[in-house]
């Protein structure tokens, strides 16, 4: 992917667009896949970069919804269950089985949730993963050595995926333009446009890098902007009614040892009605989450001080070694587009089902679900737009579809596993140049190359870009990334061939979004 070409194509296009997606998170990206693939003209515009909202916020898990099947839900799990097995078989350099033990310290745990997550691992059928069982506390102890033993009776075992958002993002997008689609970031859509029966037929929209504004027509107009949902609707329609409750969902990251082996712990209530995790992830340890409502969304959300102290004090209660702020290395926020049912204020409660939604004006809007069911958000999403744009009917490939980077083997490749097939390229620059194989920092595991790669490849633009989305720095070791911070800008600007201004602007930008992921 290179920005520069696709805004070429953008600019020489005469003829409408089949459709434009507005929004590059995890349903824009795959809206697009799916468009794309059924032969459709597809241009995707993004106001930030790829991810930069939800998408790359989430608790890193693919999963069925543990939560959903005690709330009765039980379509949305079974949907859930058969797309993560789908992601599993389209995408295994990313998505990987990992293995949960729910302890237990009362006698009727273990029983309880025994046969909960039984019915779980049946519910998922042809697409499971491994078998859950009731173990022992020695056993628990074993799989758990930080779990915490007072009063531990046992524990019940499960297995759910495992993955990482925004490498999985930037493998859709790569995977959209491969099938044909025109895909944009830092191009901010500013009016969406009407024809003489009040139906959108385009839109403008902005170069975020340039200044320049420019209009695309469409045939119909997909609006997958998650927790901004109700922004884009009211371009076309003012007072239009809102839909989405944003709800916040915070998470801390530790060092390893505080979870050290490959064992997940799922605590399945804590006193807000939420699940809790504690998840080995990237070679730390991710706690989440929280569920906390808001009145907007924003870009740039920031971990509130109570929400960090409940994070800190539910893990306390099940590991042995208690973390205290001095022992987080990132703490991050997302928000979560849930659809609004009712008057109710615990969003906790809402249902992560998608919803689409069609605007007397006939823009489509798509909100709600969750990352693991992208995929078939999409088709629906796509099957309707089809209909609303009057396309040709054309049927969804995209259950078979390998994502870009497929390889079964990804993890002979180490260190750069995630890059899937990508990997031997990356390493080739590094073999290349032996300075890009240097470590950008001694507490993370990034290379030079692998800034190369995002700047020419990934369509990466800023330092944040690199450190929070095509590595996963910022998210893990919030210091380190802003150490490998100038690095970076160095690397980026001669790729991007930019001067020392940029490189000043870009430092003083990516240390403010870097001092929200630090804790004071």
């Known amino acids: 992917m290179k920005r520069n070409e696709m805004l070429k194509q953008v600019k020489e296009r005469v003829e409408p667009w089949d459709m434009i997606i507005v929004g590059g998170g995890a349903t824009g990206a795959g809206v697009a896949v799916d468009a794309a693939t059924r032969g459709y003209a597809t241009l995707l515009l993004e106001q930030c970069d790829f991810g ?7 608790t890193k898990l693919v999963h069925g919804g543990v939560r959903y099947l005690e709330q009765g839900n039980i379509s949305l799990v079974m949907e859930a269950l058969k797309e993560r097995g789908l992601l599993r078989q389209n995408a295994p350099h990313l998505v990987s089985e990992l293995s ?3 302890p237990s310290y009362a006698w009727w745990e273990g029983p309880f949730y025994g ?19 009731l173990i022992s506390k020695e056993e628990t102890l074993k799989r758990l050595p930080n779990v915490n033993p007072e009063g531990l009776t046992g524990g019940v075992v499960y297995y759910d995926g495992q993955f990482d958002d925004t490498r999985l993002l930037i493998n859709l997008m790569t995977t959209a333009a491969e099938q044909g689609a025109t895909l944009l970031n830092y191009a901010k859509v500013t009016v969406l446009h009407k024809n003489s029966a ?4 385009g839109l403008s929209w902005q170069d975020v890098e340039t200044g320049e504004v420019l209009r695309a027509q469409a ?4 609006n997958a902007t998650g927790a901004f949902t109700d922004s884009v609707r009211r371009l076309a329609e003012a007072d239009a009614k809102q839909i989405i409750a944003p709800s916040q969902g915070a998470h801390i990251v530790l060092d390893r040892s505080f979870l050290p ?6 605590v399945p209530h804590t006193s807000d009605g939420r699940v809790m995790f504690a998840i080995p992830w990237h070679g730390h340890t991710l706690v989440g989450t929280t569920d906390t409502p808001l009145k907007q969304a924003s870009l740039e959300p920031v971990a509130l001080d109570q929400e960090i102290e409940f994070m800190l004090e539910t893990a306390g209660l099940y590991l042995a070694k208690r973390p205290t702020k001095a022992d987080i290395l990132s703490v991050f926020a997302g928000i979560r587009p849930l659809v609004k049912s009712g008057e109710g204020k615990n969003t906790a409660a809402l249902s992560r089902d998608h919803t689409i939604h069609i605007d007397q004006s006939g823009l489509l809007s798509i909100a709600g679900g969750k990352w693991t069911t992208y995929r078939n958000m999409a088709q ?10 009057d396309l040709p009917d054309k049927d969804c490939v995209t259950r078979t579809l390998n994502i870009h980077g497929y390889h079964t083997n990804a993890a002979n490749f180490g260190l750069l596993s995630f890059y899937g097939s990508d990997a031997p390229a990356i390493r080739s620059l590094a073999s290349k140049n032996p300075d890009l194989a240097r470590q950008l920092d001694g507490q ?3 290379i030079e190359a692998e800034v190369v790669w995002a700047a020419r490849e990934e369509m990466a633009r800023t330092v944040e870009d690199i450190l929070a989305r095509r590595t996963r720095a910022l998210f893990l070791n919030a210091p380190a990334a802003v150490r490998m911070a100038p690095r970076v800008a160095d690397i980026l600007a001669k790729e991007l061939g930019k001067d020392e201004q940029w490189k000043s602007d870009q430092l003083r930008e990516f240390n403010q979004v870097a001092a929200g992921y630090l804790v004071r």
Do not use: E
């Open 115 to 133: 046969i909960g997550l039984k019915v779980y691992q049946v519910l998922s059928g042809k697409y499971g993963f491994g078998p859950s069982q």
């Open 261 to 266: 082996g490959d064992t997940a712990i799922m």
């Open 219 to 222: 045939k119909v107009v997909v």
């Open 198 to 201: 009040g139906v959108i037929d």
């Open 100 to 102: 949960f033990v729910v």
């Open 52 to 58: 930069k909202g939800t998408s790359s916020r989430s």
């Open 380 to 389: 629906d999403c796509v099957d309707q737009a089809g209909t609303l744009g």
């Open 444 to 446: 993370l595991p990034y």
